[in-house]
Structures are given as C-alpha cells and as structure tokens.
C-alpha cells in the first residue's frame, strides 16, 4: 500500500510564475490536508479538503492560493505570481474518513524555492 | 495558535531513554495528544497518540498525568537514528486539524 505521494519533490519558480504541487492520498483516504513549513518553524496548517469539497481553508492566504480535491485524481495546490515567501516546504497529508481520532499521514513534501 | 509548549532542545546519550515533556493545559475532555516526529526535513512520521491512558507501541510510550495537562513520550532506548524534531499536538476532532508548535530538537549522541 504506496503511502502518500507528493510531486514534484522540488520546483523552482521565477516570481509571477504559477506553481502547482500535487499530492495523491494513500489509498481509501478521503481527507487531504495541506501544510506549509518556513525553515527552522513548526508545520503550519493551510486547508483541507474532502473529494469535491473545501471544509476549512482558514490557513490559506487569500489570496493567489487555492487547492482542489476532485473527483479524480490528486489534490492540486495552486499558487499563482509566485513571490519570494512563497518558499517554503509544502506537505500533504491523508487520513481515512474521521472517526474520533483521526491520524494523519504525511507525504515528503514539495519544495518550492522562488528565485 | 499551538495549544502545546515543549522544550526547544534536548540531548540523550545512544542506549538511555529519551524522555521527552509535553505542557497542555487547556487540554479539552475530547482531545487527543498526538506525537509525531520529523528527521531531517522529511514528512512528518506518526508515533503514538492517546486520550487518558498511557499508550505504548513498537516505537515508544506515551504517559499523560491524570488531569491530562502533560504527558511525556519516551523512547526506551534511543539510537542515532532517532535525531529529530518531535512535535507534541493536541488534535481536535471538531476542526480535524493538527497545529503544530515548534517541537522539541533531540540530538542523540554517540
């Protein structure tokens, strides 16, 4: 059972590009989760995501972020005009459909580097 | 805003045990301590989670005090390999989400 994959493991971007991160959960799993980790700091949550559907998206920036979970296919985190402080390292997560504990399982992370 | 504080670094010889705090006192009835560690910049790697009792599994023990306001994680016999940050959360079934402080740094010495 393939745990969860992220792609592409590393992505340099000129500012104003677009970056797009992709993870697919492990298998059975209907919850996403995005994080974003700034060096030497702490995971820092962003959105998750049920298939075809946002339920918390309070960590994202409003703007030029966005993220999808669709039908089919992985979950797909947008950034668009891509600023330097974007730089960072993106993990995803995945977990089962939530019962009343709920362990996450983490993917190795997009890192993104802005130049 | 994480509802955990941990001590930002600690050292333990090869062989001991690694004890490892973790203070949350406005822990609520129904949330989990959850323990998770990260080598290297790697993926977040689960460990052990638990709600009242003490836990333990292959890879180490949990130990949560009866008001639940801390709990350590021990690792009976720390190796090189177990250098990492390990971060402490308490996770809240009602927001499904993890928030994570800033962990604590162990290096394991040779």
């Known amino acids: 059972n393939a745990g969860v994959m992220q792609n592409p493991r590393h992505l340099v971007r000129r500012r104003g590009q677009e970056a797009r991160l992709r993870c697919s959960p492990m298998?059975?799993?209907?919850?996403v989760y995005w994080y974003r980790q700034l060096p030497e700091e702490g995971l820092k949550f962003m959105v998750y995501?049920?298939?075809?559907?946002?339920?918390?998206e309070s960590g994202m920036p409003k703007e030029r972020f966005s993220a999808e979970f669709p039908k089919e296919g992985p979950s797909i985190l947008r950034i668009q005009q891509v600023v330097r402080g974007d730089s960072a390292a993106y993990f995803c997560?995945?977990?089962?459909?939530?019962?009343?504990?709920?362990?996450?399982?983490f993917g190795p992370g997009t890192r993104l580097t802005v130049l | 805003d994480a509802k955990t504080t941990q001590p930002t670094s600690m050292d333990c010889a090869e062989g001991r045990a690694a004890n490892l705090p973790c203070n949350h006192s406005?822990?609520?009835?129904?949330?989990?301590v959850y323990w998770y560690r990260q080598i290297h910049s790697q993926g977040p790697q689960y460990i052990i989670h638990?709600?009242?009792n003490n836990e333990t599994n292959e890879m180490a023990s949990l130990i949560i005090t009866e008001d639940r306001k801390s709990s350590t994680l021990i690792l009976p016999h720390a190796t090189l390999r177990d250098t990492a940050v390990y971060y402490c959360?308490?996770?809240?079934?009602?927001?499904?989400?993890?928030?994570f402080g800033t962990g604590t740094r162990l290096k394991v010495l040779a």
């Open positions: 406005t822990i609520s009835g129904n949330e989990y």
């Open positions: 298998k059975g799993h209907s919850h």
């Open positions: 959360i308490v996770y809240d079934s009602g927001t499904y989400k993890y928030i």
């Open positions: 995501l049920q298939k075809e559907n946002i339920i918390d």
């Open positions: 997560a995945s977990s089962p459909p939530a019962g009343g504990n709920n362990e996450q399982f």
């Open positions: 638990g709600l009242k």
